[in-house]
Every structure is written in structure tokens, then in C-alpha cells.
């Protein structure tokens, strides 16, 4: 019963987009694709730069935690 209920609810979502697809592309204005182009490339320039900054941080904590352990057997 649930396997034949997500056939149906898979079609109908299908011809709701079949007939839903045209009308989303034809009220995109012509500039459109050159904004959407140029904000994903920034967007993937801010999380390559996030991306490294987490490993910065993340690396400086793996870092501190060798040292500490380094210094407190020397210590003792």
C-alpha cells in the first residue's frame, strides 16, 4: 500500500512539474542567468574561503593541544 502511494504522489509531483516548467522559464528576464552565474561563483569563493578558515582554526586547536600536553610532561 505505501509503495503504490509513492508511485502516485511521485507521478503526480512529475506532471506538476511538467506543466509548471514552461511557465518557470518563460518569466525569467534575459539578465538573469549572468546574476545567478556570478553569485554562485561568489558564493563558492566564500565557502572556499570559510572551508579554509575552519581548518586554520581547527588546525591551530590540534595544534595547542600538542603543545600543552608536550609542555605539561616536560614539566612534570
Known amino acids: 500500500m505505501f509503495a503504490y502511494l509513492m508511485k502516485a504522489v511521485a507521478v503526480l509531483v512529475l506532471a506538476v512539474s511538467a506543466l509548471l516548467a ?6 525569467v ?12 561563483t561568489d558564493f563558492g569563493t566564500i565557502v ?5 578558515l575552519f581548518l586554520v582554526i ?12 608536550v609542555i ?4 612534570h
Open 29 to 40: 528576464p534575459a539578465g538573469v542567468e549572468t546574476v545567478f552565474t556570478s553569485t554562485a
Open 48 to 52: 572556499g574561503y570559510g572551508w579554509t
Open 58 to 69: 581547527v588546525g591551530g586547536l590540534i595544534l595547542f593541544g600538542i603543545v600543552r600536553r
Open 72 to 75: 605539561s610532561k616536560v614539566a
Open 22 to 27: 514552461p511557465v518557470a522559464y518563460a518569466a
